[in-house]
């Protein structure tokens, strides 16, 4: 019996790992922990009933003592630690419940999974860490490239990505660190900027497009991660990092310009350029050779097969969508999008 621990997985990439794992290995035990922070929503499980093959608790993951209390009457083979905050615009504001998430965080579930003894800990980091290359540089990021993050978010993300690492230099622990670029898909919460421009259209507002719109982002879709996920968990060696990267980079502009396409709408009256995000990355270039060469994971969904799947899942789930936006999200729009 494979019993798995999802940490996260009321956040955008767990609870889709969490249906993956549903679909694809019916016969594992999925434990998942969640804080439910305003990035967490039950409702991203809809439809997974707990039992004997599911189980959730609400919790930090910065908490040793509830961790170990809900660990102890579980053996668990892998552990996905996707728990985090998650957004670059929120950490600008106040880093700090970022350093704890994400840094201790991670340092009390490493140590718990020293204690409890695991056959994989998957570590989910970011291409973010690497920092940013600027405007016009032919730099590409391998797995061997310096970490250099540029922002809060990623710092913290580093952070944790170096106690993995060190995690398995000093105690041997079987970590595997994944640096994934932009994920997308159905379940992301409307801060993050391919759910916002849907969900704003979809409301007749207009698209904030940050700067000059030339930033890149490189787009992943989110099955292509969890997929990734769990070959990880099986195949990869102890101690091994693995970038993850999407369908190639494309401007912020043209990403915006693609979704105006899909939902036939005109440009001129839908895009607003408005102030950057202070010390904008300019791009992540990601070479992910290795993950395919190595382990034969590849990810197959082409951008704009991805986008046509999820304009269908948010135009078909406002009752998932409406209901954070009209929530606390509104204060948090409100004073990030004041120009709009
Ligand atoms: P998300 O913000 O949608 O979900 C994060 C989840 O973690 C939420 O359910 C939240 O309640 C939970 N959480 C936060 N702090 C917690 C804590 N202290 N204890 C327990 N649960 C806590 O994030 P996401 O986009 O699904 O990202 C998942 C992971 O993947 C993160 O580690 C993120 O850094 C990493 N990642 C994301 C992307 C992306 O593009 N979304 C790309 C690369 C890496
Ligand atoms: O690269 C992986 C990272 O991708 C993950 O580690 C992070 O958790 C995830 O949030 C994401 O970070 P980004 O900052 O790239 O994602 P975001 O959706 O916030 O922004 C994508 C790009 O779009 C970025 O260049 C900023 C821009 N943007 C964003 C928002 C919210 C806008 O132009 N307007 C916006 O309103």
Not at 34 to 52: Q, R, S, W
Not at 176 to 187: E, K, L, Q, S, T
Not at 261 to 270: A, G, I, Q, T, Y
Not at 279 to 290: E, M, Q, T, V, W
Request: hydrophobic share 40%; charged share 25%.
């Amino acid at each position: 019996m494979t019993t798995v621990l999802v940490t996260g997985g009321a956040g955008f990439i767990g609870s889709n790992l969490v249906r993956y794992l549903r679909r694809e290995h019916r016969d594992w035990r999925i434990f998942n922990i969640d804080k439910l922070t305003y990035a967490g929503n039950l409702n991203n499980l809809a439809g997974i009933e707990v039992g004997p093959d599911y189980s959730f608790v609400q919790g930090d993951v910065a908490d040793g003592a509830m961790l170990s209390r809900v660990w102890a009457r579980r053996r668990i083979k892998y552990v996905f630690h996707l728990a985090a905050e998650t957004h670059v615009d929120r950490s600008l504001k106040d880093a700090v419940p970022f350093v704890r998430a994400n840094i201790e965080g991670t340092a009390v579930l490493l140590d718990l999974a020293r204690t409890e003894g695991v056959e994989k800990f998957i570590y989910m980091s970011t291409d973010e860490v690497y920092g940013a290359v600027p405007r016009g540089s032919d730099e590409v990021f391998t797995e061997d490239s310096p970490l250099k993050p540029r922002n809060p978010y990623s710092a913290t993300k580093a952070g944790a990505d170096l106690l993995c690492q060190v995690a398995h230099a000093s105690h041997d622990m079987p970590v595997v660190i994944v640096r994934a670029a932009n994920n997308y898909g159905p379940y992301q919460h409307p801060e993050k900027f391919l759910p916002l421009m849907l969900t704003n259209l979809m409301q007749g507002r207009k698209v904030p497009v940050y700067g000059t719109g030339q930033q890149m982002r490189d787009w992943l879709f989110v099955d292509d991660t969890c997929k990734a996920l769990v070959g990880l968990a099986e195949r990869a060696e102890p101690g091994s990092i693995y970038n993850l990267s999407g369908s190639g980079l494309i401007p912020n502009i043209e990403l915006a310009r693609k979704v105006l396409d899909v939902m036939r709408l005109e440009e001129e009256e839908n895009l607003k350029m408005i102030a950057d995000r202070p010390g904008h990355d300019f791009s992540y270039p990601l070479n992910a050779d290795k993950i395919e060469r190595e382990l034969n994971i590849r990810t197959e969904t082409r951008l704009d097969d991805g986008l046509r799947r999820t304009v269908f899942w948010y135009r078909n789930n406002e009752d998932w969508w409406r209901p954070i936006r009209e929530g606390r999200f509104k204060d948090y729009y409100k004073e990030q999008y004041s120009e709009l």
